[in-house]
């Protein structure tokens, strides 16, 4: 008897620990209601944690940004996604970065051509420009405001990756879409259990 | 275990991972890749020079700009943005930087180039320090990749005194 008693808790812990690396590989296998909530849960989770950490990572509150006018053509085309840092650096002329201008609610990504940097106190004094663009970016700037300062600018570009925000633009511009791609992968979720 | 779901979901999340490896092996690529530019730029001539009515100082010039950016080129470049700004410093501020020109050179048959131009973008100085003013001009460069992380370099050129007198 002793040694059934034995080979069970063996058994059981052998599904537990199944049960445990299916949660984690996220792979298919029998799936429990449990395992489900629990298989749903670790995918937001984990999404969420690359999420933050990449914010921890490049120190920028928004590290990755979709690409949405023509104003850097040919350099960064609609749908592009930028990899933005933000570090202690000092902004140069020539360096791609993302500001947000008061009164705007979309950040705009453009090249600085002027730099100013105050002895006494560090700020700098910036002056973008799209590369596509015939004129610099004081006509986007708030009224009055001739100079983007280091409060504005949320980070800078450092990587490139072509087309993939075509995905996002696709979901804003359409939420249909969205919500049938949420639904399909939903049921795909809820029927596999095979 | 086997329906056309999952196997989909197999074929795409390694297609997937396979074209991000790629990416980033093409960005890794560009390491390899020493380029040895150069360039030069002579200041032809101070068109006009003034102080504008709010008291910056403002100096119109024409310039010849010859690099040669082929080495930059690689496999996985997109384009080059190429520009000359104007760098010096003043009592107020530690560093100024003046774009005068910048292009886009699209492909390598066009990186050596030579160009006569005067500035494009306007060159006021923060308050009324240039006469007389020593300047450095730097060729700067940022290579934008077809995929991966961005470059970017300069050369620091001969710098330029501006004249005691606006004129």
């Given at each position: ?28 296998y029998n799936p429990e209601p449990m395992c489900l909530i629990f298989g749903a849960g670790l995918i937001v989770t ?98 009055g405001q001739h100079w983007l300062q280091r409060r504005h600018i949320m980070g800078r570009a450092v990587g490139f ?34 | ?86 760098e010096y410093g003043t009592p107020k501020n530690s560093l100024n930087q003046i774009s005068l020109w910048d292009g ?64």
């Amino acid at each position: 008897m002793g040694w059934f008693g034995e080979t069970m808790d063996s058994v059981k812990s052998i599904q537990i620990r199944q049960a445990l690396s299916q949660a984690l590989t996220l792979g298919p296998y029998n799936p429990e209601p449990m395992c489900l909530i629990f298989g749903a849960g670790l995918i937001v989770t984990s999404a969420l944690i690359i999420w933050k950490g990449l914010i921890c990572m490049t120190g920028s509150e928004s590290p990755v940004v979709v690409v949405l006018s023509e104003s850097m053509e040919p350099g960064f085309a609609r749908g592009d996604i930028l990899f933005l840092h933000m570090s202690e650096d000092p902004i140069r002329a020539g360096e791609i970065v993302v500001f947000n201008v008061d009164g705007r609610d979309i950040p705009i990504v453009h090249r600085v051509i002027k730099v100013h940097e105050r002895k006494d106190t560090g700020e700098v004094y910036v002056l973008t420009k799209g590369d596509n663009n015939d004129d610099d970016d004081r006509a986007l700037y708030a009224r009055g405001q001739h100079w983007l300062q280091r409060r504005h600018i949320m980070g800078r570009a450092v990587g490139f990756l072509p087309y993939v925000g075509w995905v996002t633009i696709i979901m804003t511009e359409r939420p249909i879409i969205k919500y049938i791609l949420i639904g399909a992968l939903g049921l795909l979720v809820i029927t596999s259990n095979d | 275990m086997h329906s056309f779901g999952y196997r989909a979901n197999a074929l795409l999340t390694f297609a997937v991972t396979i074209l991000a490896l790629m990416c980033a092996m093409a960005s890794i690529s560009d390491n390899l890749n020493h380029p040895t530019p150069t360039s030069q730029v002579q200041v032809l001539n101070i068109n006009w020079f003034q102080k504008q009515p709010n008291g910056n100082d403002e100096v119109s010039m024409t310039m010849n700009i010859s690099a040669d950016l082929q080495s930059l080129f690689t496999w996985n470049t997109k384009q080059v943005f190429v520009f000359l700004a104007a760098e010096y410093g003043t009592p107020k501020n530690s560093l100024n930087q003046i774009s005068l020109w910048d292009g886009i050179i699209p492909t390598k048959e066009h990186a050596k180039f030579w160009i006569h131009t005067s500035n494009k973008y306007r060159f006021i100085d923060q308050g009324s320090n240039l006469r007389g003013k020593e300047f450095n001009l730097t060729l700067h460069w940022h290579v934008m990749p077809k995929t991966g992380k961005m470059f970017a370099d300069k050369i620091v050129m001969s710098g330029y005194r501006l004249p005691q007198e606006y004129r």
